[in-house]
T-cell receptor, first 109, second 114 residues
Framework: GQNIDQPTEMTATEGAIVQINCTYQ??????LFWYQQHAGEAPTFLSY????GLEEKGRFSSFLSRSKGYSYLLLKELQMKDSASYLC??????????FGDGTTLTVKP | GAGVSQSPSNKVTEKGKDVELRCDPI?????LYWYRQSLGQGLEFLIY????????KSGLPSDRFSAERTGGSVSTLTIQRTQQEDSAVYLC????????????FGPGTRLTVT
C-alpha cells in the first residue's frame, strides 16, 4: 500500500517563506505531485518531481529525495491568496495516484 | 478549451436511493480518476480508468459503488442504496496517457444523503 504524511496545519506571515513537508512510502514510485486547493474548490496542479532535486516555478519550488521518501513544497513571498490546502500526491508506475490528507496553510498579515 | 465537467453539481438524496454521478473528461485524455473528499479531509482514491485496460477498482469502499466509462470518454459513478456516510464531494480528474502527468479536476459533485 501507500502511506503519505504531511502536517495538518501551518501558519505563516505575509511576505515570508514557508516549507511544507511530505513523506511517503510506496512501491512502484513514478512521481510526486503538489496540488493547491482553496476552500470549496477543486485542486489545481502546482508542480511535480520525478527525479531527485529541486524544481522551481516562480514563487513555488518543490524538492524530491526518492531515497528518503521525502518531498517539500517551498512557497516564497507569501501572499494572502496563498491561504489554502496543499496536497501531496504520489503517482505509481501503474498509473494510480494517492493523495495525502493535505496541509492547511493560513497566511496572516 | 473545455475542462473537466461534472454533473450534477449538487445532489440531495434520501438514504437507500441510488445515485448516478457523471464526469466528462477533457477530450483526448485517456486516463480518468474518481476521488471522494469528505469535509476537511484529503482525497480518497476510488477508481482509475486508463484507455481500454481493466480499471483499477481498489479504492471502491463497498460493492454498492461501481463505475463505468463508455467509449473511453464519459464516466458514470453509481452508488446504490446510499448511506449517510456516502455524503461527500465526489471529484473526477483526467490526464493524458503520457505519464506521469498532472491531473485536471472537475468542479465536483456535492452529494448529501439525508
Amino acid at each position: 500500500g501507500q502511506n503519505i504524511d504531511q502536517p495538518t496545519e501551518m501558519t505563516a506571515t505575509e511576505g515570508a517563506i514557508v516549507q511544507i513537508n511530505c513523506t511517503y512510502q510506496t512501491s512502484g514510485f513514478n512521481g510526486l505531485f503538489w496540488y493547491q486547493q482553496h476552500a470549496g474548490e477543486a485542486p489545481t496542479f502546482l508542480s511535480y518531481n520525478v527525479l531527485d532535486g529541486l524544481e522551481e516555478k516562480g514563487r513555488f519550488s518543490s524538492f524530491l529525495s526518492r531515497s528518503k521518501g521525502y518531498s517539500y513544497l517551498l512557497l516564497k513571498e507569501l501572499q494572502m491568496k496563498d491561504s489554502a490546502s496543499y496536497l501531496c500526491a504520489v503517482y505509481t508506475n501503474a498509473g494510480k495516484s494517492t493523495f495525502g490528507d493535505g496541509t492547511t496553510l493560513t497566511v496572516k498579515p | 478549451g473545455a475542462g473537466v465537467s461534472q454533473s450534477p453539481s449538487n445532489k440531495v438524496t434520501e438514504k437507500g436511493k441510488d445515485v448516478e454521478l457523471r464526469c466528462d473528461p477533457i477530450s483526448g485524455h485517456t486516463a480518468l480518476y474518481w476521488y471522494r473528499q469528505s469535509l476537511g479531509q484529503g482525497l480518497e482514491f476510488l477508481i482509475y480508468f486508463q484507455g481500454n485496460s481493466a480499471p483499477d477498482k481498489s479504492g471502491l469502499p463497498s460493492d454498492r459503488f461501481s463505475a463505468e466509462r463508455t467509449g473511453g470518454s464519459v464516466s458514470t459513478l453509481t452508488i446504490q442504496r446510499t448511506q449517510q456516510e456516502d455524503s461527500a464531494v465526489y471529484l473526477c480528474a483526467s490526464r493524458t496517457s503520457s505519464g506521469p502527468g498532472e491531473q485536471y479536476f472537475g468542479p465536483g459533485t456535492r452529494l448529501t444523503v439525508t
